[in-house]
């Protein structure tokens, strides 16, 4: 089974693009096929740290949008698995993306196709993301899987979200509460110099903005950390 994995938040700075890169490195770890997309017209980050899996799509038009979901039309391969998809979603690209979703009658599509539709909802601490949940919610209802994350590299006080309607009402649709460990801020911006790969950047010695020993020791161990919670998602 493959799956469609739209990695949002609606607002910007909550890893939403640190979040579609790590779930990149852990199907590429796990052998399993993906193709990515980048929404982002301004950053795009997914596209520069993947370049070889993701490419920018505009979400602007249907035209777009429509290329995400042709990935699952096209042959099955002969053996293994059929690709997932990862999309980066910008801030504010929430009613576009609806309105195609709704129109295409999309989901029903893809549920015949065997394709699991999951909702990644990037949290920081503040009261926004909470709002944005709750308008997620009743937007798609019972339609999606709903993973909420909370991005603890975005805060450490979550408990307007824990005590919030909004999470409640996630729940009561099945949504997974994951969260999301804080990488050590200067080995980020080595990486995020470097336009580097997740595994690029644990690996590589040499160069000016190679990470230290310990650096990347601390980096696999994040990883890990990371992919513990993503094997318990219905990925």
Do not use: C
């Not at 939403?16 to 790590?22: I, L, N, P, W």
């Not at 982002?40 to 520069?48: G, L, Y």
């Not at 690029?200 to 992919?227: C, F, H």
């Amino acid at each position: 089974m493959s799956s469609l994995n739209l990695i949002g938040g609606e607002k910007g700075g909550v890893g939403k693009s640190v979040t579609a890169r790590v779930l990149a490195q852990y199907f590429i770890d796990k052998g399993r096929p993906f193709t990515g997309f980048d929404t982002d017209r301004s950053h795009t980050s997914f596209t520069r740290f993947y370049a070889d899996y993701a490419s920018p799509v505009i979400v602007d038009t249907y035209e777009g949008l429509d290329l995400i979901a042709t990935v699952f039309d096209e042959p099955a391969p002969d053996e293994g698995e059929a690709p997932s998809v990862i999309v980066d979603l910008a801030a504010q690209t929430a009613a576009p993306l609806a309105r195609w979703i709704k129109d295409s009658d999309l989901l029903p599509l893809l549920s015949e196709m065997g394709v699991t539709v999951n909702y990644w909802h990037l949290a920081d601490s503040g009261a926004d993301s909470v709002s944005l949940l709750n308008r997620l919610i009743n937007t798609y209802g019972a339609e999606l899987n709903y993973f909420v994350v909370k991005n603890l590299g975005r805060g450490s006080d979550f408990t307007q979200l824990d005590a919030s309607s909004a999470l409640q009402g996630a729940r009561a649709l099945g949504a997974r509460v994951i969260t999301l460990p804080e990488l050590h801020e200067a080995s980020m911006r080595k990486i995020d110099r470097q336009s580097a790969s997740f595994w690029a950047a644990s690996n590589t010695r040499g160069g000016p903005d190679a990470l230290g020993m310990l650096e990347r020791q601390r980096v696999k161990t994040w990883l890990r950390a990371i992919y513990a919670s993503f094997d318990e998602l219905p990925l």
